[in-house]
């Protein structure tokens, strides 16, 4: 399957960008912390590979079985995929931080007090355990093939890859409609007004329309990471840690009704140990 290198083959790009990022700001980059990013997105894409192996029958089945309309693969129809994806998109990232479940997933991606290119590589080798493919079933519902669904998907992280920096000059127009290095490290911010803002992939349009848009106040640079408890620059800390946490929170809770308060329920106000 060709859909789960698109990521890899764009990788000299990638590598290009922080070569250049980093010779403007060698401060925001440590050996170590980048070693871990690396480590962290080579296995994200090793669990993302398997998953998908192991995936692939289940969604052409799906696709077989229930897709709604046969599609013709031209511009408009593609074009239309890219923008249901990003829609989908949003709403993963936005449940992923209102979801205990998906943000020991993705605050992965959040532990980092930096801001570079590196920390886009930053993701979680449980995101297919956790269920992020299950957002992009509606696409293979409504009658995309799988492979084009799943190269979509890699795209939009590929885009997304170029709004972790802090470098970029603000894009006043095209960020009127596309997120932006400005609009996403807004969203990697811990401070109050900051959180839970700005969760767009592709289009910041769909932040405006469900009203968790945000822009930067003068007064309040960003300051990076989570609110709830410093990570170490660790693979173990930064990876498990919140899995354990998590697990402790749950064994405190006596009815199953409360275990899965917890377990869907808001994160940032679980005990911390
Ligand atoms: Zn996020
Ligand atoms: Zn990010």
Known sequence: MDVEFILLALSPLFALAI???YRKAKSSYTVREFLLNLGLALSHQLSDLIALSLLMPFFY?????????????????ITLAFILQDFLYYWF????????WLWCAHIVHHSSQNMNFSTAMRQSLFYPIVGMWLFWLPLIIVGYPPELVFAIVALNL?????????????LKWFGLIFNTPTHHCLHHARNAEYIDKNYAGVLIIWDKLF??????????????GVAERHYRVSFYDVLITPWLI????????????????????????????
Do not use: M
């Open 211 to 224: 009203g968790t848009f945000v822009e930067p106040i003068a007064s309040k640079p960003p300051q990076y």
């Open 158 to 170: 590929a885009y997304q890859f170029f709004v972790h920096t802090e470098q970029a000059p603000k």
């Open 19 to 21: 070569i250049v990022e």
């Open 93 to 100: 990232h936005r449940a992923s931080h209102r979801c205990n």
């Open 61 to 77: 089945w799906l696709h077989a079985h229930f897709a709604l309309v046969d599609f013709e693969l031209n511009f408009v129809n």
């Open 246 to 273: 998590l697990l402790r929170n749950l064994r405190l809770q006596n009815s199953w009704r409360a275990k899965c308060r917890i377990l869907f329920g808001k994160p940032h106000n679980l005990k911390q140990f």
